[in-house]
Nanobody, 124 residues
Framework: QVQLVESGGGLVQAGGSLRLSCAASGRTFSDYTMGWFRQAPGKGREFVAVIVGSGSSTRYADSVKGRFTISRDNAKNTVDLQMNSLKPEDTAVYYC?????????????????WGQGTQVTVSS
């Protein structure tokens, strides 16, 4: 069992930056692929970024590529999402997720554990 708690959301103007963090507890953190997803009002959950357990491989949604960076610290059991050049369309609840399958996944159904989410609002 893995527990995930996100933090760092808030209100920011377009062009600004935010850093989200996800703290994990439970089993060996480095065994898990970690992903960030988001869900805007009235829309489905959307893949944002993913990083494998070792941190050696990442993947991003086209909509955030070049603006967002995912990273992890296996010693601290945390995964972060640095978000720069934010746009109003980035407004959503952001979720941290963990998968024990050990590969890169962009589909939400491949993740076993989810955090409660943190709200990010970007004003124009």
């Amino acid at each position: 069992q893995v527990q995930l708690v996100e933090s760092g959301g808030g209100l920011v103007q377009a062009g600004g930056s935010l850093r989200l963090s996800c703290a994990a507890s439970g089993r060996t953190f480095s065994d898990y692929t970690m992903g960030w997803f988001r869900q805007a009002p009235g829309k489905g959950r959307e893949f944002v970024a993913v990083i494998v357990g070792s941190g050696s491989s990442t993947r991003y949604a086209d909509s955030v590529k070049g603006r967002f960076t995912i990273s992890r610290d296996n010693a601290k059991n945390t995964v972060d999402l640095q978000m720069n050049s934010l746009k109003p369309e980035d407004t959503a609840v952001y979720y941290c997720a963990a998968s024990d399958r050990g590969l890169i996944f962009t589909i939400s159904g491949m993740y076993n554990y989810w955090g409660q989410g943190t709200q990010v609002t970007v004003s124009s």
